[in-house]
């Protein structure tokens, strides 16, 4: 069993920069896959950026170009660096890992980014 937690939300203003993490509970060093989503009020989840084995790794078209993604193997957490955020980026962020094909979720962290 693995836990996330997400962390590093908040509120900007449009032009900045946050960075996402996500911790672990356990080892995610042999995953599947890992990745970020984001949910904003009314609106299905949408992938923002994952990497995988097969795939290596993608981003959604609205962030290409500002967000990244990253692992640190060593330390499991998972980021998202965002920069040049702009309003429509706000959403509640939700870190995903598929491990050994079972999926995990965080309990999202709030990004709000004001014009």
């Known amino acids: 069993q693995v836990q996330l937690v997400e962390s590093g939300g908040g509120l900007v203003q449009a032009g900045e920069s946050l960075r996402l993490s996500c911790a672990a509970s356990g080892s995610i060093f042999s995953f599947n896959a890992v990745g970020w989503y984001r949910q904003a009020p009314g609106k299905q989840r949408e992938m923002v950026a994952t990497?995988?084995?097969?795939?290596?790794?993608n981003y959604g078209d609205s962030v290409k170009g500002r967000f990244t993604i990253s692992v640190d193997n060593a330390k499991n957490p998972v980021y998202l660096q965002m920069n040049s955020l702009k309003p429509e980026d706000t959403a509640v962020y939700y870190c995903?890992?598929?491990?050994?094909?079972?999926?995990?979720w965080g309990q999202g962290t709030q990004v709000t980014v004001s014009s």
């Open positions: 990497i995988t084995k097969t795939t290596g790794t």
């Open positions: 995903n890992v598929v491990l050994h094909m079972t999926n995990y």
